[in-house]
């Protein structure tokens, strides 16, 4: 088994990670996060709202609709351009995104470049290929009294049905820009500012794969960082440099793991002049974790043209208008997890005896302490056990506890779900009030009194 294939057992076995509808045999690119997932997740969010808005002066929480005006999607660029390259065997009709079959080309691959290599079909085997059409990745749904049948029915229903066309949000970015105004109408902020959101983001990709790193239903934490167009060179040097710090301080990520990629002119995004992607050594290879994008005023500018709106900045202090300039830095949330899992899965030995843990930080640990009663049968260390488990739920809330099996099998337990510090209550706590701490990462054990905790 990979490394990998360990840590997407472990995620299941201990309740993290489970397939989307597993139960009815799943459905492709979704995931469904189980109680330990959850509690890992709410945490990572907090850690990145906490440092980005929470700490700062420069930055703003907002929280979009995920389904917004169609205008919406022309407007940025989405309907016309956020397509793959989807390519179809003749033989087997599987379908693939072409660039993914074939070595070092991006989504910019064409025909004459996949037939030049013509790899084989990973269904049939056989290499008889059709041509790349480009293959739009928003998902469509339509919004009101609409039924599927008025798409073939008269020409009024099926105009209906056209203008009922929605599409669930490919990125949370435009709910930002289209806020803007919004914004800087009612708080006024002062240039530079960010604003912030957290959420939901949706793409029929062509072939979701490697676990939870390409999925259709994804969350994105996206900034919008705004700035005066001659200053967007040291403002993306300084969010560069914070995320960086962000990604090795809070999430854990060793330095030696995460490499910058600056995105050539060709594989960069319609609307960006300079991309740098943040790339880490996941267990299967390197891959893209997030991307830090300069989007000069396209966004804002092609909303003020739609809109008719104004969205220019009136520098408060110098009078000074201009349309912002915006660096974006965007981050995936299931990515962000599997690599705080694949820097924290360990495997060593205790006393001969090997083991699995999750060193996860602190902060993202779903548990921060478990607490047991040495023995499940004595009324009066359960009693003692019950009391200290009380107190810590109420000082530090991600408490757990564990009175099963024998207490080696508890450590096993609470070091594979990353739990920093088992509690144990025993027959000397009766006596002078000290419980014995464990550490998850050296196993070592210490005594505490209970008022230390
Ligand atoms: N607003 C800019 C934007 O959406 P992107 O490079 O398409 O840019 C940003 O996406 C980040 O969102 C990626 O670096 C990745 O972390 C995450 N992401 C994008 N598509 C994803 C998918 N299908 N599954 C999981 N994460 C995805």
């Known amino acids: 088994m990979s490394k990998l294939d360990d840590i997407v057992s472990l995620c299941k076995r201990r309740g993290f990670i489970f397939p989307g509808s597993d139960i009815y045999g799943g459905m492709a690119g979704t995931w469904d996060f189980g109680p330990l997932g959850v509690q890992l997740k709410n945490n990572l969010v907090n850690t990145w709202w906490n440092y980005w808005v929470d700490k700062r002066d420069d930055m703003f929480g907002i929280d979009a609709a995920i389904i917004m005006n169609p205008i919406t999607w022309e407007v940025s660029g989405h309907t016309a351009t956020f397509a793959d390259p989807l390519i179809e065997c003749n033989d087997c009709h599987s379908r693939f995104r072409a660039d993914k079959l074939v070595d070092g080309y991006s989504e910019s691959i064409t025909t004459e470049e996949f037939k030049a290599i013509n790899p084989k079909c990973p269904n049939c085997g056989k290499t008889n290929w059709g041509t790349i059409r480009k293959f739009n990745m928003m998902f469509q749904t339509h919004v009101g009294a609409v039924t599927p049948e008025d798409e073939n029915g008269s020409e009024t229903d099926k105009e209906l049905a056209r203008r ?3 599409y669930l949000r490919p990125e949370t970015a435009q709910g930002i820009f289209t806020n803007y105004k919004n914004v800087v109408d009612t708080i006024y902020p002062s240039m530079p500012f960010g604003l912030c959101q957290f959420g939901k983001s949706f793409r029929n990709e062509i072939s979701p794969r490697d676990y939870i790193l390409r999925d259709r239903e994804c969350s994105q934490f996206e900034i919008e960082y705004f700035v005066k167009p001659d200053t967007w060179e040291e403002n993306f040097e300084s969010i560069r440099t914070e995320y960086l710090e962000f990604l090795q301080k809070y999430l854990g990520l060793s330095k030696a793991k995460i490499h910058e990629l600056e995105v050539p002119e060709e594989d960069r995004a319609f609307y960006s002049k300079r991309t740098i992607d943040i790339m880490y050594e996941y267990p299967n290879g390197e891959e893209e974790l997030m ?3 300069y989007r000069t005023d396209y966004d804002l500018g092609n909303v003020a043209k739609a809109s008719g709106k104004n969205m220019e900045y009136r520098d408060k202090n ?7 300039h915006v660096i974006e830095p965007s981050m995936g949330l299931e990515r962000a997890i599997l690599d705080i899992l694949s820097e924290a899965y360990t495997e060593d030995e205790i006393n001969g005896e090997k083991r699995v843990l999750l060193k996860l930080p602190e902060g993202l640990a779903p548990y921060k302490f478990c607490v047991s009663p040495l023995l499940k049968n004595k009324p009066e260390l359960v009693e003692k056990a019950k009391f200290v ?3 810590l ?4 809330t991600f408490v ?5 099996g024998n207490i080696g099998k508890r450590y096993r337990k609470q070091d594979e779900i990353g739990t920093p510090k088992c509690v144990v209550i025993d027959f000397d706590t009766l006596e002078d009030d000290t419980v014995t701490v464990r550490d998850r ?3 070592e054990q210490v005594r505490v009194k209970i008022e230390e905790l």
């Open 393 to 396: 739920k109420e000082k530090y």
């Open 389 to 391: 488990y009380n107190k």
């Open 318 to 324: 110098t009078g000074e208008t201009f349309v912002p």
């Open 291 to 293: 991307g830090i994008a």
């Open 164 to 166: 009922s066309i929605a």
């Open 441 to 443: 990462d050296t196993a």
């Open 400 to 404: 757990t506890w564990d009175d099963s």
